[in-house]
């Protein structure tokens, strides 16, 4: 890998180091949401830093050639990514539920109130 192309990538992992960072601070996104983009961050800063240790699991994993390695870490990074949204979207959906039927139970109650006065 050229030094140019090394310059290159972790200016552009910095950048999202910082942006992610930016999200935090600012309070629109959550430390659980962003902290498996921190990590994916770090992974590829370390790969950009040593491009052997891709070559290394690619062995490991029987895989040909360390794009594909890419690909296939890409693939289950963001089927991971996908399940933990389709939690996160499940628990709320059960919490939106509860609240309305809490809030149709205190207006019935308040209907009940006004026709006894």
């Given amino acids: 890998m050229s030094i140019r192309l090394k310059i290159f ?3 552009i992992w910095i950048l999202l180091f910082a942006f992610l960072f930016g999200k935090l601070k600012t309070r629109r996104a959550d ?13 590829m800063m370390i790969i950009t830093a040593f491009p052997r240790i891709l070559e290394v699991f690619c062995k490991f994993f029987g ?3 360390p794009s594909n390695m890419l690909f296939f870490f890409g693939l289950v990074f963001l089927a991971m990514i996908v399940f933990s949204i389709t939690l996160t979207v499940s628990k709320q959906n059960r919490n939106i539920k509860e609240l309305t039927q809490r809030l149709a139970l205190y ?3 308040g209907k009940e109130e006004k026709k006894a006065i």
Wanted: glycine share 10%.
């Fill in 9 to 11: 990538l972790f200016t």
């Fill in 63 to 65: 895989i040909e050639t």
């Fill in 107 to 109: 207006e019935e109650a």
């Fill in 31 to 43: 430390i659980k949401y962003i902290l498996p983009w921190l990590f994916l961050d770090g992974g």
